[in-house]
Every structure is written in structure tokens, then in C-alpha cells.
T-cell receptor
Framework: DTAVSQTPKYLVTQMGNDKSIKCEQN?????MYWYKQDSKKFLKIMFS???????INETVPNRFSPKSPDKAHLNLHINSLELGDSAVYFC????????????FGPGTRLTVT | RKEVEQDPGPFNVPEGATVAFNCTYS??????FFWYRQDCRKEPKLLMS???SGNEDGRFTAQLNRASQYISLLIRDSKLSDSATYLC????????????FGTGTLLAVQP
């Protein structure tokens, strides 16, 4: 019974393509997040949704667009992929948005060639 | 100054050793503090929350010093399975109190 799941696990694509990553949690949490972990292993928040409302939007290129159809799902669409987008993208969820414990998905390893 | 700073290591220790990790944070308004563990090519997993009074979970002890803006993690009787990267995480304060992750400290426990 996976708590936070992401698809796909691996994504290899060419520059300029558009791709989506999906995330689902079955923990009953009301807040979901997208993080990017780069090659230096630095984990940085990109977006956060609380009850389907965007509450954190860090300085991220507008090629990245999150969508939360309901509290249990948060998807990430990336347009016009660039080499620098290569990273591991983690989805996470928590009860509440005030810095509570977060539970992470297994990650999506994106490679842009 | 980084918002959350950790010694990147690696810390190479023999089995059974006691090892301590330190972390400092820059935002005095921070309200929540955690240690996460990340195994190679895996997701971060919550190890323990850190409370002002200090807290212990088996072989792991976490301490918080708000005055010095300093967090520590002590691991006693290290096991091979403790080998991982340990991430210091701080709720950044403010309206959203988003979590700020340190870059992690790599621990390698040797047989």
C-alpha cells in the first residue's frame, strides 16, 4: 500500500519536448508539494498546494505548471524541456501547510538529452 | 549564509561507534525542526522531529538550541544499516513555514 506514489519513475526525453509527472497520495493529507533534487543532491521546494490551492510558488520558470485536480493528486507539467531540467523530482504530502512532517514519493528521475 | 548548513562529510565510522551531526539555521523565526534520512537513489524519509526539550528514539537523540540556532543528531552504537545521508530540515517560518532542507551529511558505517 504505497502512501505517496509517482509516475513515471524514470523519464528520458529530448530537449524541447513537453512532459508530465503524476503524483497521488492515499494518506488523507491536505497539502502536497513538488521538490527538485539536483545533481549536487540539494533538495529545493518548487510548489505547494493546500486543499487544491497554490500556496507556495518558488522562483521556478513558468515552463513548469503544477495542477491539483483534488487533494489526493498533484501533477507537474513541464514545457519545452531544457538540459538543466535534468534532476530527480519528488512529490510529498503532509497534514496542514505549516511546516509539518512531510512524506515523500519515490521520485521521478528526469533526464533531458 | 545558507538558510540551513550542515557538514557534508563523509563521516566514516566503525560499527558500534557513536557519531554526532550538527546543523545551524539562519532564520530565528523557524518553528519546526526535523532530521530526515535519505538512502542512495531513494526518497527522503522522516527520521525524527526535534523538540526544544530534546528527544530520543532508540539509538537516536536529537537536540535543539534555539538561542544558538543549532540542531544536533547523535547516533549511538552505529549499525551498517545506518549508512545514509542525514538531512537537517527547518520550517522556514513565515505564513507558509515551508521546509528548508540542508544539503545533508553522508554517513558510512564500516564493518
Amino acid at each position: 500500500d504505497t502512501a505517496v506514489s509517482q509516475t513515471p519513475k524514470y523519464l528520458v526525453t529530448q530537449m524541447g519536448n513537453d512532459k508530465s509527472i503524476k503524483c497521488e497520495q492515499n494518506l488523507g493529507h491536505d497539502t502536497m508539494y513538488w521538490y527538485k533534487q539536483d545533481s549536487k543532491k540539494f533538495l529545493k521546494i518548487m510548489f505547494s498546494y493546500n486543499n487544491k490551492e497554490l500556496i507556495i510558488n518558488e522562483t521556478v520558470p513558468n515552463r513548469f505548471s503544477p495542477k491539483s485536480p483534488d487533494k489526493a493528486h498533484l501533477n507537474l507539467h513541464i514545457n519545452s524541456l531544457e538540459l538543466g531540467d535534468s534532476a530527480v523530482y519528488f512529490c510529498a504530502s503532509s497534514f496542514g501547510a505549516q511546516g509539518y512532517e512531510q512524506y515523500f514519493g519515490p521520485g521521478t528521475r528526469l533526464t533531458v538529452t | 549564509r545558507k538558510e540551513v548548513e550542515q557538514d557534508p562529510g563523509p563521516f566514516n565510522v566503525p560499527e558500534g561507534a557513536t557519531v554526532a551531526f550538527n546543523c545551524t539555521y539562519s532564520n530565528s523565526a523557524s518553528q519546526s525542526f526535523f532530521w530526515y534520512r535519505q538512502d542512495c537513489r531513494k526518497e527522503p524519509k522522516l527520521l525524527m522531529s526535534v523538540y526544544s526539550s530534546g528527544n530520543e528514539d532508540g539509538r537516536f537523540t536529537a537536540q535543539l538550541n534555539r538561542a544558538s540556532q543549532y540542531i544536533s543528531l547523535l547516533i549511538r552504537d552505529s549499525k551498517l544499516s545506518d549508512s545514509a545521508t542525514y538531512l537537517c530540515v527547518v520550517g522556514g517560518g513565515g505564513a507558509t513555514n515551508k521546509l528548508i532542507f540542508g544539503t545533508g551529511t553522508l554517513l558510512a558505517v564500516q564493518p
